[in-house]
């Protein structure tokens, strides 16, 4: 489920998902087409520093973590797809925006071999680092400028332009997304 453990009542909200039985439980298993968890309103844009971490397993591409100004499938008018694997290399990105451009780091290796994975995507106020299986793949350091961007949705996002293989328009993931994990704190 997209219930949330512990006392603050961030439960997430079910579009079109199942669950399969995988490994030692369940994961949310994503159809490339319509699948969502939309987590509450500005969870993502109220925080400074937060670390999200999650299990994945795919043999595809897609937006794993967006956050817009409206849900991805309507028209946002700002968006950025936080972690992404590209539709042409299966290389995972993590990605936030500032004044000065995008923070961008990415994966050398592919991604999408339909093995499982562990990423841990961790913010600061002037940084983000992403880490693979336990293993920071690098950082990079600028200002987060949330802007307005209030919805946060697993399994989808907007991207507006050519950047990490997507095109303009919206993207689902396909694949398994299990043991998500959202910290009101960075890792880095």
């Known amino acids: 489920?997209?219930?949330?453990n512990t006392s603050n009542s961030n439960d997430g909200t079910l579009y079109n998902m199942t669950f399969v039985s995988e490994g030692s439980g369940y994961a949310a298993s994503f159809d490339g087409s319509s699948s969502e968890i939309r987590m509450p309103d500005s969870l993502i844009?109220?925080?400074t520093d937060f670390t999200i971490m999650f299990r994945f397993k795919t043999s595809g591409s897609?937006?794993?973590l967006g956050y817009q100004t409206a849900l991805a499938a309507s028209s946002p008018s700002?968006?950025?797809?936080?972690?992404?694997?590209?539709p042409d290399s299966g290389k995972i990105r993590g990605d936030l925006f500032s004044n000065d451009g995008h923070f961008i780091v990415d994966s050398t290796d592919n991604v999408s071999d339909n093995q499982w994975h562990t990423v841990y995507f961790s913010a600061k106020a002037s940084s983000i680092a992403l880490y693979l299986d336990g293993t920071q793949l690098g950082s990079t350091s600028l200002t987060v400028d949330h802007e307005n961007m209030t919805k946060n949705q697993i399994g989808v996002g907007k991207a507006g332009q050519a950047t990490n293989g997507f095109s303009t328009g919206?993207?689902?993931?396909?694949g398994l997304i299990d043991d998500f994990k959202f910290y009101n704190g960075a890792l880095h």
């Open 45 to 47: 844009k109220d925080q």
């Open 78 to 86: 700002n968006y950025v797809h936080i972690l992404s694997i590209a």
């Open 1 to 4: 489920n997209a219930s949330d």
């Open 62 to 64: 897609g937006i794993l």
């Open 170 to 174: 919206t993207y689902y993931y396909n």
